[in-house]
């Protein structure tokens, strides 16, 4: 170990000015190992290596190839739930310092460097363009939301983040510094559009931006009496979706000085000022509390929506809370073809009977997040590592659950596991769901396998995994290993 730490430490030496190596004990290694969303992610690595320029990547690699025990992880917005996955033991290679969004207004394209949040790209970008395939979710970073798919409130339009990447920078395991595209190194590019960390360490994302006018963005909150009548308000929205239009409704269940409070919302997104009346109008109309001011812009949508859900707060009027005590927890989803009443249903009353037990095991939020895309959203997919074509909608019915204390990891993880199983089995049963659809990486369990999400196309990743990394240095990093 004292040999390791000590090639660390010459290592650190050879960095370009900017880069940084910070030890245990340091104030930046310690930002550094608790900025993650979920504390279940967080470990102790040896070191935290934040990188300036590609070349120090490089160095990198060349370390790792020295070192055939050093595990490693790459963190960008530290978002995603399985532990290990941007988290480690070993050196964690934080991306930070890669703080790029450059926008080009020539090519109306945007540079973004992993260290980025996606609520930062939307204040640099000008006001009248955007990404349209970004998260509308506050503290989400760039480099996951994009090495793994990406839905967002305009995916109706725009499909997924993946769709709208014109070409990434990559530092691949032999240490070479790639610019990868549909005319340059496409197979790569490919595999890097869904393929997760698998192939190499990306320092820059080219995507395309679409023009951005005034949005309309309001969120209704309801008391549970009322479930029957959003369900019907759910499934009606779902058999027409209008393609500006967005709705995500979730019954959520929060822990709050010690009192169980549960409470549901829709947060209704158009991309335009004024809404046909009829798109939210049966949202509007079941009886609601008073509802969160509406935004008719990004930006202040983006400044108001707390990256925890609160709602049991925010629907009585208080301000914005994003104060949930400190969580493990784990995202899980069923993927979707379309929404019929008995899914919600029984998904609904899943989470009612587990609400009954939910203080006794630490439980701080969970939420079943229900999200209608029209069935035409793939309709302009690009050919992606993840598969998601034309005439085959898979969208997420999101699963989240937060509690607190490690010992109760026993009673949920198996517990998510098995609530997973048995929707997913009900939803290919009620015709909601197809069965070999593509799990979606960025939302899956860790019991999820790479067959679960990539199917067909896993053979052409293994064949592009051995070309670019044919002695497997990336399988000394967590993640869905291809
Ligand atoms: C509150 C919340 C809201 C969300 N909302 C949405 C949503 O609306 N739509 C949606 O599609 N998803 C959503 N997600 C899921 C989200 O897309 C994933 O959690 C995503 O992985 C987060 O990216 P990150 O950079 O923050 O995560 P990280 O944990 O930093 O990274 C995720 C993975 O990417 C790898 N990685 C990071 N940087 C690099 C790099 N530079 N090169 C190679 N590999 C790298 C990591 O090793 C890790 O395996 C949400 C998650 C949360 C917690």
């Known amino acids: 170990m004292s040999d390791l730490l000590a090639a660390i430490e010459k290592f650190a030496k050879d960095l370009s000015p900017k880069a940084n190596v910070f030890y245990p004990g340091s104030a930046g290694y310690e930002t550094s190992v608790t900025s993650y969303y979920w504390v279940s992610s967080k470990q102790n690595p040896l070191a935290v290596f934040q990188p300036a320029v590609a070349q120090d990547i490089t160095k990198f690699f060349n370390l790792l190839a020295g070192y055939q025990q050093l595990l490693f992880a790459i963190k960008g917005g530290g978002h995603i739930a399985p532990p290990g996955f941007s988290s480690t033991a070993g050196l964690l290679v934080d991306m930070t310092l890669f703080q790029q969004v450059n926008y080009n207004t020539e090519t109306q394209t945007v540079d ?4 980025r949040l996606w609520q930062d790209v939307y204040k640099i970008l000008p006001l009248d363009r955007t990404v349209a395939g970004a998260s509308s979710c506050p503290g989400v970073g760039v480099a996951g939301f994009n090495l793994g798919g990406g839905y967002s409130n305009k995916t109706n339009q725009f499909g997924l983040a993946i769709d709208n990447i014109q070409s990434i920078d990559v530092v691949v395991p032999s240490g070479e510094v790639l610019t990868v595209s549909g005319t340059s190194n496409e197979d790569l590019f490919w595999a890097l559009k869904g393929g997760g960390n698998n192939f190499g360490i990306v ?3 080219t995507m395309i931006t679409q023009p951005q006018g005034p949005i309309y963005s309001q969120t209704y909150h309801y008391t549970l009496d009322k479930s029957a009548k959003v369900v019907d308000a759910i499934i009606n929205y779902s058999t027409n979706v209008d393609l500006l239009s967005n709705i995500e409704t979730y019954w959520e269940w929060t822990v709050d000085n010690g009192e169980l409070a549960a409470i549901i919302s829709a947060e209704c997104f158009y991309d335009s000022r004024t809404p046909p009346t009829e798109v939210f109008q049966e949202f509007k109309a079941i009886p609601h509390k ?4 509406a935004f008719d812009s990004w930006l202040d949508r983006m400044a108001a929506l707390p990256g925890n859900r609160q709602s049991h707060r925010l629907g009585w009027g208080a301000e914005a809370a994003d104060d949930l005590p400190p969580f493990r927890g784990r995202f899980s989803c069923v993927m979707l073809s379309g929404f019929k009443k008995e899914l919600i249903e029984e998904t609904l009353a899943v989470f009612l009977e587990l609400s009954r037990d939910f203080i006794s095991h630490g439980g701080v939020q969970m939420y079943p997040d229900f999200w209608p895309f029209n069935p035409s959203l793939f309709n302009n997919s690009k050919d992606c590592a993840w598969p998601h074509v034309k005439g ?6 999101v699963l989240n659950f937060k509690w607190q204390g490690e010992d109760n990891d026993a009673y949920w993880l198996p517990m998510i596991e098995k609530i997973t199983s048995r929707l997913r089995r009900s939803a290919i049963t009620l015709g909601c769901a197809v069965a070999g659809a593509p799990v979606y990486y960025n939302l899956a369990m860790e019991d999820v396998t790479v067959t679960d999400i990539y199917q067909g196309n896993l053979d052409r990743l293994l ?10 240095v990336m399988d000394r990093t967590g993640g869905f290993r291809i």
């Open 392 to 397: 085959s909608p898979n969208t997420p019915l």
């Open 203 to 205: 320092t820059n994302w």
């Open 463 to 472: 064949s592009i995994r051995q070309r670019w990394d044919s002695t497997k």
């Open 290 to 293: 008073t509802p969160t001011p």
């Open 112 to 115: 973004i460097g992993p260290g």
